[in-house]
């Protein structure tokens, strides 16, 4: 694998192919020719030493788990937070320009208050349908910063509504926002169990933080999905290659639908938060009945704080 910005200068994972790795051999290194007579001459690397070195099982590469655009705990409590490789997570760090954010070894209480007010602020406007749903939406908003201190698996996080335009898209965008810089790209979910395992090996493949199961409208079941849900290590055949995929599973899973239905295999792996604004048209609520009408945008302006305040309350945890 390397990593490789794309058009928008985000970070992403790369396989490499031949190509690639002639590519990397022609930056790392001169290669030449010696003809029986004359001068050496400038050549391309050989293919052949190409695929030597794309198939070698002994080179001493670091271990890449993936990249993050936030500061986040060590499985010691310690914060990675210097940009670059992480030899301990195996993260790449790639935060924005300027970004920065501030995190206290040892939290006062008035410091912690404050994290939690930014946080009510933020998120806690929803209609949740009672204390539950919010505790664990806070607990989906310190999942990312503390995920590498999880050796294991994280459960689904299944948010549940009676009625469409209640807000939980709204609600997962922003956590990712906040905790990624984008919006996390939603999947299609169907009952084919083989389709499902497809999208979910490459969504890992690419080192993506947010699976994001969105307006499910069939029962979710799949025991691809119940499978990745408690794996450590995620391991599926390539399409369109005689090779298998091996990575680490470090994902946070949510799934929103309209009253969803889960199998009792998926519902051990998840937790519920439940919404309802109690209204026949939620999507016709006026922007003033809103703290923060465009949530998205002032979360990406406030974005450093948020995160901030996430640390916080995880370093006070500590």
């Known amino acids: 694998m390397r990593i490789k910005r794309n058009e928008s200068g985000e970070l992403g994972i790369q396989d490499l192919t031949i190509d690639h790795v002639l590519y990397e051999l ?9 003809p029986k007579k004359g001068d050496t001459e400038d050549v391309y690397p050989p293919r052949d030493v190409a695929r030597y070195a794309l198939s070698a099982t002994k080179w001493a590469l670091p271990a890449l788990s993936g990249i993050t655009t936030i500061p986040t705990f060590r ?16 993260l790449v760090y790639d935060p924005p320009a300027g970004f920065e954010v501030s995190v206290p070894e040892a939290p006062t209480a008035d410091e912690v208050g404050t994290a939690l007010t930014l946080i009510d602020e933020w998120i806690g406007q929803f209609p949740y349908q009672d204390q539950a749903s919010l505790a664990n939406t806070v607990a989906l908003a310190l999942t990312p910063p503390l995920r590498e201190v999880i050796t294991g698996p994280v459960p689904l996080a299944a948010i549940d509504k009676p009625s469409p335009g209640t807000g939980a898209t709204l609600l997962v965008e922003s956590l990712a926002v906040a905790t990624s810089g984008t919006e996390p790209g939603a999947l299609g979910v169907t009952k084919d169990d083989d389709e499902t395992r497809k999208q ?9 933080r947010w699976l994001f199961l ?21 391991e599926d055949r390539i399409l369109g290659v005689s ?15 309209n009253n969803l239905s889960l199998s009792l295999e998926i519902a051990r792996r998840s937790y ?20 923060h009408p465009d ?12 995160l901030s305040a996430l640390l916080v309350i995880g370093r006070n945890w500590f």
């Open 214 to 234: 969105d307006n499910v409208n069939v029962e979710l079941r799949t025991s691809a999905l119940a499978r990745a849900l408690t794996a450590t290590e995620w």
């Open 243 to 257: 090779k298998t995929a091996r990575v680490p599973q470090r994902a946070v899973w949510v799934a929103t639908g």
């Open 200 to 208: 979910i090996t490459a969504k890992l493949r690419t080192g993506e």
């Open 26 to 34: 022609t930056r790392a290194a001169d290669f030449y020719r010696q």
């Open 272 to 291: 519920w938060i439940r919404m309802d604004a109690r209204l026949a048209k939620p999507w016709e609520r006026p922007a003033t009945a809103f703290k």
């Open 295 to 306: 949530l998205k945008d002032w979360t990406r302006e406030h974005r450093a704080e948020l």
């Open 75 to 90: 499985p010691d409590g310690s914060v990675l937070d210097k940009r670059g490789y992480d030899r301990v997570t195996g």
